[in-house]
């Protein structure tokens, strides 16, 4: 019996989605890091191993160092700084490798520094060298520059936004690198940037054109020639020159990479102004107004501006005052729920008072300095040491149940709201800092709208004051000419 050859795959990657508009610093701290195979339940998790040998090929997966931190405001220097050498560190000591693997979400914005994962990736080529294949999982509202694209062989990214398919996409970045060592492909990819600048709840794959372009991928891996078809929706919240949308194709044949890629190119670029919010879209004003006057329940309003996991602050009171200056929540004679915002202070007073004690304290702006809003009420409920909240608390006052929190914490489940004794389905207005709904909360709502409402991740970019975009760019520039859409080929360099 012969022993199969093996080849050794080094796991790796820095992770997060930082808006540069966000106050919020996202430091060493805000990274959970993983050292272990938890992430990848498709590997033998006593080995690491890929299920099954490929032609004849053994490929063992290592793990070195996976960070992910919420998204929030950009990363310090000194977070990212760190995090790159410990990686490296790790690379070098359990290497030499064949491949890596590298779980990112592609968006990160360190401080005074661009295309972050460029940068990432870059590094970890140095110490592994040229011959060793490169894949990548991404989400897709990550960023694939030109830097990006020549130095990762085979990048794939989520096809669903809420995305729904997270560990279907790491599977199938190890798969594409498992059949790349094993059968020594000679990987090629076509790589396209559009100009265009599009939010997460413009392209929900709920909705067409998003769902109708996502939907043809499938299609086009079955060609002869292709392995991968991806598109990066990008992220819009990042004054950055890279902040666009991506196409790349991965395949063994030049020509049925870029025909795919240039398929792909048109089919979004044809539809870019068809991409709209996946619910109605109002003033804040409007969206507290018409949420009372229905008497659908749950009735979610999503407060977008300073939405934590596209990267806000969650520090903003703004909706807040918006609530407590509706007369008919004031009064208590409609009620409301508000999710959530990050301030331990607020949240201190209110454990030292306890339940039903009353309160007035200040609430929001602890990153951003803008003005707090007072809130003056009865504590309606307290929870201690939530994992990723920390302490958590909710202020009454009048009908508003506003909730607070020692962390950034994203509200996503209805159990969290219930967890605090807020039931989204005896209240007249449920709002969440969140943008689309997440599937939870899609599914238990009667209705939802979404409410424009100022912050570091606004929906209304031409209000963003945007100065190093690669310009022009749709929708920002209109009178635009039409952009030379040509797919680049790229090649292995070694
Ligand atoms: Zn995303």
């Given amino acids: 019996m012969t022993t199969p050859a093996t080849r050794r795959v080094a796991i790796c990657g820095i992770g997060t989605e930082s808006s540069t508009f966000s106050a919020h610093r996202t430091g060493y701290h805000d990274f959970t890091l993983w050292h272990d195979f938890s992430r990848y339940p498709f590997l033998r998790q006593d080995s690491g191993r890929w299920p099954e040998e490929v032609a004849g090929v053994r490929v063992e997966f290592v793990p070195i160092l996976v960070a992910r931190a919420l998204p929030g405001g950009q990363v310090t220097r000194e977070a990212y700084d760190r995090l790159e050498s410990e990686l490296l560190a790790g690379l070098r000591a359990a290497g030499p490798f064949d491949g890596v693997y590298l779980d990112l979400h592609g968006a990160m914005h360190v401080e005074g520094r661009d295309d972050a994962e460029a940068a990432l990736a870059a590094a970890v080529r140095d110490v592994v060298g040229p011959g060793a294949p490169i894949a990548a999982s991404m989400d897709l509202h990550g960023q694939v520059s030109r830097r990006f694209a020549e130095l990762v062989d085979l990048p794939t990214a989520y096809r669903t936004a809420p995305h729904v398919d997270v560990e279907e996409t790491r599977e199938r970045a190890c798969r594409l690198l498992v059949r790349a060592l094993a059968e020594n492909l000679d990987v090629v990819r076509s790589w396209v940037r559009l100009p265009l600048l599009l939010p997460g709840e413009r392209t929900s794959t709920r909705l067409d054109p998003a769902a109708a372009i996502y939907a043809r991928l499938p299609e086009i ?31 063994t044949s030049p020509e049925a990479v870029t025909a795919a890629t240039a398929e792909l190119a048109g089919a979004l670029w044809r539809s870019r102004d068809a991409f709209a919010f996946a619910m109605p879209a109002l003033s804040p004003r409007a969206a507290i107004e018409q949420a009372l006057s229905s008497p659908q329940r749950p009735y979610f309003v999503s407060d977008s501006g300073d939405n934590p996991t596209a990267g806000g602050s969650g520090d903003a009171a703004f909706f807040l005052s918006g609530l407590l200056s509706t007369p008919a929540l004031a009064g208590g004679g409609k009620s409301a729920v508000w999710a959530s915002c990050v301030d331990p ?42 994992p990723v909240g920390g302490d958590l608390a909710v202020v009454r006052a009048g009908g508003v149940h506003a909730v607070l929190t020692t962390r950034r914490k994203p509200y996503h489940l209805v159990k969290d709201l219930t967890d605090l004794d807020l039931d989204p389905w005896r209240h007249d207005l449920t709002a969440i800092k969140i943008g689309y709904l997440e599937p939870d909360l899609h599914q238990a709502a009667a209705a939802s709208i979404l409410a424009l409402t100022p ?40």
Avoid at 347 to 374: I, K
Avoid at 465 to 491: G, Q
């Fill in 221 to 251: 891996e079955r060609r002869p020639g292709v392995l991968d078809a991806s598109i990066w929706i990008g992220y819009a919240w990042a004054d950055a020159p890279r902040s666009s949308v991506n196409i790349l194709t991965t395949g």
């Fill in 345 to 386: 202070t607020a949240v201190a007073a209110c454990v030292a008072a306890g339940v039903g004690g009353e309160v007035t304290v200040r609430v929001g702006g602890v990153y951003s300095g803008d003005p707090p809003v007072l809130l003056k009420g009865t504590v309606h409920a307290v929870r201690p040491a939530d």
């Fill in 455 to 494: 912050g570091g991740v606004s929906q209304d970019l031409s209000a963003l004051p945007y100065t190093r975009l690669t310009r022009p760019i749709h929708p920002l520039d209109p009178a635009m000419p039409a952009p030379d859409l040509t797919p680049v080929l790229l090649r292995r360099s070694h």
